[in-house]
């Protein structure tokens, strides 16, 4: 009977440790998605405003300027959000 205690005990430990572990990786894992989903959008964002400079420099079309406006107001509101919501700690 002790022995069926002591694999028990060891069995839940085991089980504890693993979940802990779990959790704290999801947790470390779903910051560095934002991070990483601000950075795209950042770089995308510089795209936008690159080929918006071109546009204006060479007089495209207004509605594909007026494109390049909408995509930056898109781009800059979802930085916004996601900057916002951004754990303080990550």
């Known amino acids: 009977m002790p022995e069926a205690l002591a694999i028990f005990l060891v069995l839940a430990v085991s089980m504890a440790t693993y979940l802990g572990a779990h959790v ?7 910051r560095t998605d934002v991070a990483v989903v601000i950075d795209e959008l950042r770089g995308r964002l510089q795209w936008i405003e690159d080929r918006l400079a071109l546009a204006e420099r060479e007089n495209w079309d207004p509605g594909m300027i007026a494109g390049l406006h909408r995509q930056r107001a898109e781009a800059l509101a979802q930085l916004h959000t996601l900057e916002t919501r951004r754990p303080i700690n990550a």
């Not at 704290?24 to 779903?30: F, P, T």
């Open 24 to 30: 704290a990786v999801s947790r470390q894992a779903a």
